[in-house]
């Protein structure tokens, strides 16, 4: 585990630890509010949660050759999780204007 600073490492897990209570804090603000679209919203952001997860093994491993995979797996979910982030949001303000 030393491809990596200890500060850059703090850094790593502290937003990984963040997204995660930022997720739950979302979730329970939908349910709290009886809103769907915000619960959606916390769903959306699990893609990125699960990108960030898959670039920390990678580091865990010391950004090993062999698990060049994590890399474009890493890829593919920031990908995803940007565009479910994208939509959620878009579902959130075509929901919220509909009320108004």
């Not at 709290?32 to 093994?57: E, H, Q, R, V």
């Not at 491993?61 to 890493?74: A, C, G, P, T």
Request: contains cysteine; proline residues 1%.
């Amino acid at each position: 585990m030393h491809a990596l600073s200890l500060g850059t490492w703090f850094i790593h897990l502290a937003t990984l630890l963040e997204w995660m209570l930022a997720i739950i804090l979302v979730l329970r603000w939908g349910e709290s509010t009886k809103n769907t679209a915000i619960s959606w919203l916390s769903l959306a952001m699990l893609p990125n949660l699960a990108s960030a997860m898959a670039a920390i093994t990678w580091h865990i491993f010391d950004n090993s050759d062999e698990l060049k995979i994590l890399v474009v797996l890493q890829a593919s979910l920031t990908m995803l999780g940007n565009t479910c982030l994208a939509a959620a949001s878009w579902n959130l303000v075509r929901t919220e204007s509909q009320q108004s």
